[in-house]
């Protein structure tokens, strides 16, 4: 069974960082693009970045390209994104997502979400 | 402003058919597939439909998808009360190469 866990959010100032991590289990990791999707408050879904399965492609949405980061570790099993410059407008619930083959594309859609972990940016 | 337009609720009966549009452009719904998800009260989202219209294994077949030039829809017959969730589109934009998303629609069982 798939399972991805999020975590790591929290409250943090306007200009703080954060990184949120999220444990995956049930599927070969490394074999899959992983991928950063938000909700903000009110807002629909937005998707924030993308991870190729090995770790060398990465993608961004504009809202948050040059401030966050995400990465892999596929010896742990483990996603996460490190969030810099963080501003009111990133305040989100952030879900990991699983996509369906190893790189991120349009044929690559999200089959799998993790719960969603809180990020509140505010003074 | 999400790039898929939803509207924000719907509502039916138990036993009910109920139908949740999603609105797009060319650059999205018009080239590429349309994909749903639920997702119910403090539980991650899943995936309901993709590719327009095809189901995971263990979805019912309650739920069926459709589309047609920008537009898609969810349609959900035989309405339950544990079909009370939000529900959410999402295609591939082909001008942004980024996914995007609906603004959700909640779906209450009345």
């Known amino acids: 069974e798939v399972q991805l866990l999020g975590s790591g959010g929290g409250l943090v100032q306007p200009g703080g960082s954060l990184r949120l991590s999220c444990a995956a289990s049930g599927f070969t990791f490394s074999s899959y693009a992983m991928s950063w999707v938000r909700q903000a ?5 937005e998707w924030v970045s993308a991870i190729s399965g090995g770790g060398v492609n990465t993608y961004y949405a504009d809202s948050v390209k040059g401030r ?10 483990t996603l996460y994104v490190q969030m810099n410059s963080l501003r009111a407008e990133d305040t989100a619930v952030y879900y990991c997502a699983k996509n369906l083959g190893y790189s991120y594309g349009g044929n690559y859609y999200f089959d799998y979400w993790g719960q969603g972990t809180l990020v509140t940016v505010s003074s | 402003q999400s790039v898929l337009t939803q509207p924000p609720s719907a509502s039916g009966t138990p036993g009910q058919r109920v139908t949740i549009s999603c609105s797009g452009s060319s650059s999205n719904i018009g080239s590429d597939f349309v994909y749903w998800y639920q997702r119910l009260p403090g539980t991650a989202p899943i995936l309901l439909i993709y590719r327009n219209n095809q189901r995971p294994s263990g979805v019912p077949d309650r739920f069926s998808g459709s589309k047609s030039g920008t537009s898609a829809s969810l349609a959900i017959s035989g309405l ?31």
């Open chain 1, 68 to 77: 966050f980061t995400i990465s892999r570790d596929n010896s742990k099993n």
């Open chain 2, 80 to 110: 339950r009360s544990e079909d009370e969730a939000d529900y959410y589109c999402a295609a591939w934009d082909d001008n942004l190469s980024a996914w995007v998303f609906g603004g959700g629609t909640k779906l209450t069982v009345l």
């Open chain 1, 41 to 45: 408050p009110g807002k629909g879904l």
